[in-house]
Structures are given as C-alpha cells and as structure tokens.
C-alpha cells in the first residue's frame, strides 16, 4: 500500500477554483492508478475523477466534466485536481486513493471542500 496525504481544501464561493493536492508517499507511486473521491452529507462516496499510471487516460464523472481536471507528476509523487466552477453540489470530503489491482486499497484521511452558495 501507499500512504497518501490530501491538501488544499477550504471555503470557495458558487462559482470559485480550488486545487487539491494528494501526496503519496512508500511503495512505488507510478505503478497506481489513481483517483479522487468525495463524500456529501447524507450521501454516498462517490468518484470524481482516476486517472491511469502515466497520466495518458483519465476519466470523469458526468457531474464534474469540464470543470475539474486531475493530473500526476509520478517525478513528485504528487497528483493533484484542479476544480473550477464550484457548485454548491460539490461540497464534500474529498479523498485520493490508489488502486494496484481491482480496487481502491490505499486511501487518504481526506480534505474538506465547502462551497457557498
């Protein structure tokens, strides 16, 4: 497993930018597919957003497309996204985690975003 560490959360208003950062740190970190998760109050986690070991294929939920944007820089151990036009709706914990295999098994403690409408 790797152990990852989400930053960057915080208060935005309906409408503002926010760019989280997850950094991984122990077992080999380009070998992972990664991706972002969030949690709403009284929802279900949800993906958001994976994007494959060398960064050439990522996917999105339909609710985010053309907003967000995820990317790695396996040099830096780092990934990050990039959420732009935050919604009201976006509002959640936000995890990063990683997959060598078929599932999720390595996740982070989370970040929270707030977005005020």
């Known amino acids: 497993q790797v152990h990852l560490v989400e930053s960057g959360g915080g208060l935005v208003q309906a409408g503002g930018s926010l760019r989280l950062s997850c950094a991984a740190s122990g077992r080999t970190f380009s070998r992972y597919v990664m991706g972002w998760f969030r949690q709403a109050p009284r929802k279900e986690r949800e993906i958001v957003a994976s994007?494959?070991?060398?960064?050439?294929?990522?996917v999105f939920a339909d609710s985010v497309k053309g907003r967000f944007a995820i990317s790695r820089d396996n040099a830096k151990n780092m990934m990050y996204l990039q959420m732009n036009r935050l919604k009201h709706g976006d509002t959640g914990v936000y995890c990063c985690?990683?997959?060598?295999?078929?599932?999720?098994?390595?996740w982070g403690q989370g970040t929270q975003v707030t977005v005020s409408s």
């Open positions: 985690a990683a997959r060598d295999g078929a599932r999720y098994d390595s």
């Open positions: 994007i494959n070991w060398l960064g050439g294929r990522t």
